[in-house]
């Protein structure tokens, strides 16, 4: 270690808590991003996190630096999620949760009440001024919060998500990892093939990153910027034509999902343009890819308020999905509550600070 970080870490251990903090804050959102793709929520991860480095803070003065002090707290935010995993529901999109929808037949459906959903992650708490992971490391550190990657992880055993993040996204090694989860190197890549071959069977064959990569910046805003359009445009036929053939539409925390360009083009008309509803939008991104901020008129604030996170999955220059984390209130009494949503109440902080994660205003006067 250098002899600040050894002077930090020699204070952390007589009880400065200044210098704890100074200590851990370069792993922080990395750490984050870790019990994220552990746990598939932000908030699950954000609970996670803290109470690591509540847990980080009373070991401190027994760490002796056998590992190094990331590999270390990396090991305390493991076994906090995995513990945390055990205690709550399996997450899920809405793709993994039962068979795709008519909007003619079944409308959207309501939410169902025990069903938890992956959510998205804001680019900016990857940590990635500081790419930690090993040469051997499997994955790229974008590439490891994609919604397609997270998704699969949750349907892993704990142990077997444990290994293949420690090992393949972080780049530890087999003595590292069985380490930090208290097992042998054997048990490690027994796990570690298992989950391996789970994954690769639900990842399609080119990752966001690679089709970011080819598309280049142009190409891919060129896409963004006419889904936007043609969204507050309310031109559905143009909307389906950046769709690729079997293009797919979710809405967390809704089950109903669509598929196919003719459904979609149903799905369109007859909910969010079929021009009942005014729309606006705004760039960001999440999970590592492009991801569109959509508001809705509302009359009673005279104003359009966040609706819904509209994060792109591309398949070369078209739109493969679009899962659409929607951000209204879901309570209502009307049983036909969802034809109306863009209208349910509105908690302005919790939307403000939703879109606020991913640098997206909580609303646009225009």
């Not at 093939?193 to 990842?203: F, I, M, S, Y």
Request: net charge negative; with cysteine; charged share 25%.
């Amino acid at each position: 270690m250098a002899t600040g970080t050894e002077d930090l870490l020699e204070s952390a251990r007589e009880g400065d808590e200044r210098a704890f903090e100074r200590l851990v804050r370069p792993y922080r959102g990395e750490l984050h991003a870790h019990c994220y793709r552990m746990l598939g929520s932000v908030h699950d991860a954000e609970d996670a996190l803290q109470e690591t480095m509540l847990r980080a803070w009373r070991a401190i003065g027994k760490f002796e630096g056998r590992s190094s002090l990331r590999s270390w707290l990396y090991t305390i935010a493991t076994n906090t999620s995995l513990n945390l995993i055990s205690r709550r529901p399996k997450r899920v999109l809405p793709l993994d949760y039962g068979p795709s929808f008519d909007p003619h037949d079944q409308g959207i459906g309501m939410p169902p009440v025990e069903a938890t959903w992956v959510e998205p992650f804001p680019d900016q708490g990857l940590g990635l001024e500081d790419d930690y992971a090993a040469p051997e490391a499997r994955y790229e550190v974008r590439e490891s919060v994609e919604l397609a990657f997270v998704a699969a992880l949750q349907h892993l055993p704990a142990n077997q998500r444990a290994a293949l993040i420690l090992r393949e996204v972080l780049g530890f090694s087999a003595q590292e990892t069985a380490d930090s989860l208290e097992t042998s190197v054997a048990s490690v890549n027994s796990a570690l093939q298992r989950a391996r071959k789970t994954v690769d069977e639900k990842l399609p064959d080119q990752s966001q990153q690679a089709t970011l990569r080819v598309l280049g910046d142009d190409g891919v805003r060129g896409v963004v910027e006419a889904y936007m359009r043609a969204m507050e445009q309310g031109d559905v036929n143009q909307v389906v034509s950046l769709l690729a053939e079997d293009a797919a539409w979710s809405m967390p925390p809704l089950p109903a999902w669509f598929t196919g360009r003719e459904k979609l083009e149903g799905f369109l008309r007859f909910g969010p343009l079929s021009g009942d509803w005014r729309w606006r939008h705004r760039w960001s991104w999440a999970n590592g890819q492009p991801a569109v901020g959509s508001y809705a008129w509302h009359p009673g604030e005279g104003t359009y308020l966040p609706f819904a996170l509209d994060v792109l999955t591309l398949d070369g220059d078209r739109i493969k999905e679009i899962t659409s984390f929607i951000c209204r209130s879901t309570e209502s009494g009307d049983p036909d509550y969802y034809v109306r949503w863009p209208e349910q109440p509105v908690d302005l902080d919790w939307v403000e600070a939703f879109f606020g994660r991913f640098g997206l205003p909580g609303r646009i006067d225009d």
